[in-house]
């Protein structure tokens, strides 16, 4: 199993540039969020998805887009993107809501320009 | 709205010294609490949990007591290793739903 995956681990653009972080696993989970995490503040929750078709949102959702049109992957999309996203992007998996373990992808290091 | 405050580092021990870190949280209802580690270039792992008052999560060498009432989850380790060097981070999770509020992380180095 590789668990959850995300590409790329390392990505700089220019504000208002548009681009997709992806998420996959292969576990069969269910449930897949995205976080950010900035120094000094964790972890935030931007959407989450409780299985394919459905998504909602999580605690900083703006200035992102997420669709999930298959159990395995769950891409984040950042529409234009601006100096404020600049961040560190976790993906995460779990078989239920938030009382299971969350398994973490790896991270993806974003900076915007 | 739900939030957890975790002390601020970062913690520099030595070798077999003991550790804590406190945590408390602010909730409504009968939270769930974790504490998650994020070894260096890694994501992050669920280290334990307690879903309801007095449990009390251990792995590793780790333990926790969920404390309903001083809203706490202090994370605790009675001799510590290099190995356990990492961000650690307490969390909570209420109902049903997939929200989960983080705190700010400890980051915490063990020196031999």
């Known amino acids: 199993n590789a668990g959850v995956t995300q590409t790329p681990k390392f990505q700089v653009l220019k504000t208002g540039q548009s681009m997709t972080l992806q998420c996959a696993q292969d576990?069969?989970?269910?449930?897949m969020s995205w976080y950010r995490q900035d120094p000094g503040m964790g972890l935030r929750l931007i959407h989450y998805?409780?299985?394919?078709?459905?998504?909602d949102q999580g605690e900083v959702p703006n200035g992102y887009n997420v669709s999930r049109s298959t159990t395995e992957d769950f891409p984040l999309r950042l529409l234009s993107a601006a100096p404020s996203q600049t961040s560190v992007y976790f993906c995460?998996?779990?078989?239920?809501?938030?009382?299971?373990?969350?398994?973490f992808g790896p991270g993806t290091r974003l900076t915007v320009l | 709205g739900d939030s957890v405050t975790q002390m601020e580092g970062p913690v520099t021990l030595s070798e077999e010294a003991f550790l804590t870190i406190n945590c408390t949280y602010t909730?409504?209802?009968?939270?769930?609490l974790f504490w998650y580690v994020q070894y260096p270039g890694e994501g992050l792992q669920l280290l334990l949990k307690a879903t309801k008052a007095d449990d009390k999560g251990s792995n590793k060498g780790f333990e926790a007591t969920y404390r309903k009432e001083t809203t706490s989850f202090h994370l605790e380790k009675g001799s510590v290793q290099v190995s356990d060097s990492a961000v650690y981070f307490c969390a909570l999770s209420r109902g049903n739903n997939n929200d989960m509020r983080f705190g700010a992380g400890t980051r915490l180095t063990v020196k031999p």
């Open positions: 995460a998996s779990s078989l239920g809501p938030a009382v299971y373990e969350q398994f």
């Open positions: 998805s409780v299985g394919a078709g459905i998504t």
């Open positions: 909730a409504t209802g009968y939270p769930s």
């Open positions: 576990m069969n989970h269910e449930y």
